[in-house]
């Protein structure tokens, strides 16, 4: 008995490390988005950097209830000055300086394949200055608040196919998104320990009845 199960433990942890080498690991992608730098139109796509071809398109829109209108009416800027002066804003900032302020809000539209974690940063918050992150499945309608704050660090947000990026207090850039590919099966990859696995039982199987025999 302690032969067969030690056997069958063999087997199968040879089949899972054999199998698991079929698990590819996503890796992060990043879009910045200080360039191109100057205005742009109410909407814009991004690639990565460098290019994976997954494209994040921005739009500037002058409120929430613009959003739900679906149609982007505030020209995007793209703001490259150097430190945290670089990030997307928008042209109707009543300061001048081309940054998302007021009502406004920039709706990113994640690209499909695009999977967690998905992280952010944001710019040229200075003085008390304070953002708000919202997100929704919907490009229109049923964001909800994700994340508030005032500083230029990466922070880590649930994965969903748009988000908002607005200015509570003051005016912000988005500076950038980082995401992953969703990984894609790697063909035949577990079948390797699939096999070992079965040939170990199989084998286990022939002896048990040899010896009943």
Not at 4 to 30: D, N, Q
């Amino acid at each position: 008995m302690k032969i067969k199960t030690l056997t069958l433990v063999f087997a199968c942890a040879v089949g899972v490390s054999f199998g698991l080498l079929g698990i590819p690991r996503a890796s992060a992608i990043t879009w910045n988005f200080n360039l191109p730098a100057g205005a742009d139109g109410t909407s814009q796509s991004y690639n990565s950097t460098p290019p994976s071809g997954f494209l994040l398109t921005a739009a500037g829109f002058s409120s929430a209830t613009q959003l739900a209108t679906g149609v982007a009416n505030v020209n995007l800027f793209g703001k490259n000055l150097g430190g945290d002066e670089n990030g997307l804003g928008l042209v109707n900032d009543p300061s001048g300086e081309n940054e998302i302020s007021g009502t406004s809000l920039i709706r990113i539209a994640m690209a499909a394949g695009l999977t967690a974690p998905v992280t952010f940063q944001m710019n040229s918050t200075t003085g008390g200055e304070t953002w708000l992150v919202s997100g929704s499945n919907s490009a229109t309608t049923g964001f909800a608040p994700l994340l508030a704050g005032t500083d230029e660090l990466s922070h880590m947000i649930p994965f969903l196919n748009f988000y908002t990026f607005q200015a509570t207090i003051g005016n912000v850039l988005l500076a950038s998104i980082t995401a992953a590919a969703v990984p894609g099966p790697i063909v035949g990859a577990g079948l390797p320990g699939l096999v070992v696995a079965c040939g170990a039982l199989i084998a286990l199987a022939r002896r048990r009845r040899q010896r009943i025999a």
